[in-house]
């Protein structure tokens, strides 16, 4: 098999506010459709996001499982933090000690789709 690209797609019943968000967190640009919006980075499609007006959030660690989740790493967890949480980020669950080698914190976008800022 030749995989020619790869696209993750999240399904929102808000599709404006799922797309932005992740516009402005990966520092791209929302192409808008009626019921699919693409989200890309320079010139190069990230993720995308489909509707899904009757959708139901994961409500990890407590109840519905994740589902899926993007893990992305950071240079700097301390101002990646500020920028999930200024774009609308949720922190779900906090890491123990953010000056850690390694470690992650644990968000949810505005549709509640967990996804790990790593480091």
Known sequence: MQLLRQLVVFDAADLAAESGFWARL??????????WHTVSVDGEDRVAVQLAPGHVPPQWPDGRPQQ?????????IREAHEDAVGAGARLLQAADDLDAEEGFQVYADPAGHPFCLCW
Do not use: C, T
């Not at 990966?26 to 019921?35: C, H, R």
């Not at 899926?68 to 700097?76: E, G, K, N, R, S």
């Open 68 to 76: 899926v989740h993007l893990d992305l790493i950071v240079a700097d």
């Open 26 to 35: 990966l520092g791209g640009s929302v192409d808008a459709g009626e019921d």
